[in-house]
């Protein structure tokens, strides 16, 4: 059955793979991010029966709300949201951290997530749909001072508490934690690393798997 899915860092990377992966698979998306020329060149590729795109910044409340409103005029229902957007930090550890940077990683790792969730569940109930999220494996083991990757268990533990949130009325939520993907998350190639690619089918199993059967977190990590 055809879906209809939601993406946020749909520009690039893991979020742009995801899009591609899912359009084979049979399903609709709605992408967003900040990067509108991008957004748009992806919706030509892809097509605009199978996608649309809403250039927005998600740590903007109002702006996410208004994301996800367009999303329902245009198809109607959501079905599976992605919540992908994330960003890192130049200057790691805590001692030699900056604050600044701390603040708009934040912004988008933590609270953007949640208002993700906050905004959408009402229109997953309506569908007993599915909210699926990036963390990473930065979010399942110590990792010397870092803040990202405290970040990324924040969403993480997010992920585990909305699994039984939703439990409630049927819905599923799955918790995606890569290790590194080459992505222009680094400013350097990662060749022999994970692949967008990879995580994309990751996202797919899980969307296509039986609704009994609520994957509630895949964890991918190079084999190298
Ligand atoms: N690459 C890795 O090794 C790795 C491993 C584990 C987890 N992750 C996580 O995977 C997710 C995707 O990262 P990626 O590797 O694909 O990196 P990426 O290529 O840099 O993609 C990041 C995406 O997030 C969007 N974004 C960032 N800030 C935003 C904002 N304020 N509002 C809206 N969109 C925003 C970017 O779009 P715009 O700039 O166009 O807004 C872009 O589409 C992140 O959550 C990251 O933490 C990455």
Redesign the pocket.
């Known amino acids: 059955m055809s879906k209809i899915v939601l993406i946020?860092?749909?520009?690039?990377?893991?979020?742009k793979a995801t899009a591609q992966e899912v359009v084979k698979a049979g399903h609709k998306v709605a992408l967003t991010?900040?990067?509108e020329d991008?957004l748009n060149a992806l919706v030509e590729e892809l097509g605009k029966d199978n996608a649309v795109a809403f250039a927005?910044?998600?740590?903007c409340y109002d702006e996410q709300k208004k994301v996800v409103k367009q999303t329902i005029e245009h198809y109607g229902q959501l079905d599976v949201v992605f919540a992908?957007?994330?960003?890192?930090v130049s200057q790691a550890g805590t001692e030699n951290g900056d604050p600044k940077e701390w603040d708009s990683m934040v912004d988008?790792?933590i609270k953007?997530l949640l208002w993700s969730a906050q905004l959408t569940l009402p229109h997953l109930r309506k569908t007993t749909g599915h909210f699926i999220l990036?963390s990473?494996?930065?979010g399942r083991r110590p990792i010397q001072g870092s803040i990202y990757g405290a970040s990324?268990w924040f969403a993480y533990g997010f992920g585990q508490n909305l699994a039984e949130e939703m439990k409630e009325w049927g819905g599923r939520c799955t918790t995606i934690c890569?290790?590194?993907?080459n992505?222009?998350?680094?400013d350097e190639a990662k060749d022999d690393k994970l692949q967008?690619q990879d995580v994309a089918d990751a996202v797919v199993f899980a969307i296509d798997a039986n609704q009994r059967n609520s994957v509630r977190e895949i964890y991918l990590m190079p084999t190298n």
Do not use: C
């Open positions: 946020t860092g749909a520009s690039s990377g893991i979020g991010a900040r990067s991008k927005a910044d998600a740590t992908n957007a994330g960003k890192g988008i790792n953007a990036t990473s494996a930065a990324k890569p290790g590194v993907v992505t222009p998350f680094f967008p």
